[in-house]
């Protein structure tokens, strides 16, 4: 167990539905990291939370938001979901930006 | 923008061979990291290199960084099965997050 927890870890739904993934960070970590892998586009930096503030953002849609609550706990909102935003879906955390980060073990989100 | 381009990206190795994947950067960064990927699972943390010349090795892997050439190598001494992954290099950008190479598929063959 990393101590950043995930959830769900699997998730199947339709085109055009709505979800929500979850993620607790390891404790004392305040920086939340976001990243889509999937097989043609590899691991894909989406967007980084700092102690409830947006900090930098990537290849992130338009159709995807994402927010880090005061607990520090952060959800990854995916919209209109097309066939192609199935991926593994992982958040990672960190106390300091040059320390590393810490891996959950992903959500895999099935777009059927 | 910063690239990060790993070779190669499938590595067949027989076992008790010696072998290096190699990690190059298009920008200055002087923060590299070296993950390992099981299939199916999540990404485990292996080395972190912070500064021009750091050499960092655990059991039968060794990294090394060259920030002025932009290069990181992940050594790998008489490779096991064991060993069998997905190895990931990922360098800083610029604080605010890190950017991953497309990842070397290892596979040790006995």
């Known amino acids: 167990d990393s101590g950043v927890t995930q959830t769900p870890k699997h998730l199947i739904t339709a085109t055009g539905q709505r979800v929500t993934l979850r993620c607790s960070p390891r404790?004392?970590?305040?920086?939340v990291y976001w990243y889509q892998q999937s097989l043609d586009q590899g691991l894909q930096f989406l967007i980084q939370y700092y102690n409830g503030e947006e900090r930098a953002k990537g290849n992130i849609l338009e159709r995807f938001s994402a927010q880090q609550f005061p607990d520090l706990h952060s959800e990854l909102n995916l919209s209109s979901l097309e066939l192609g935003d199935s991926a593994l879906y992982f958040c990672?955390?960190?106390?300091?930006?040059?320390?590393?980060?810490?891996f959950g073990s992903g959500t895999r989100l099935t777009v059927v | 923008e910063l690239k990060v381009e790993q070779n190669p990206l499938f590595l067949s190795m027989q076992e008790g061979k010696n072998y290096t994947i190699y990690c190059n950067y298009s920008t200055t960064s002087d923060r590299l990291y070296w993950y390992r990927q099981d299939p199916g699972k999540s990404l485990e943390s292996l080395f972190v290199l912070l500064s021009n010349g750091a050499v960092k090795q655990e059991g039968r892997l060794m990294a090394s960084l060259d920030t002025k050439a932009r290069l990181s190598t992940l050594h790998i001494t008489a490779a096991v099965h064991d060993l069998s992954a997905t190895y990931f290099c990922a360098v800083d950008n610029n604080n605010n997050d890190m950017r991953f190479g497309a990842g070397t598929r290892l596979t040790v063959k006995p």
């Open positions: 404790s004392g970590d305040l920086s």
């Open positions: 990672a955390s960190s106390v300091w930006a040059w320390s590393g980060y810490t």
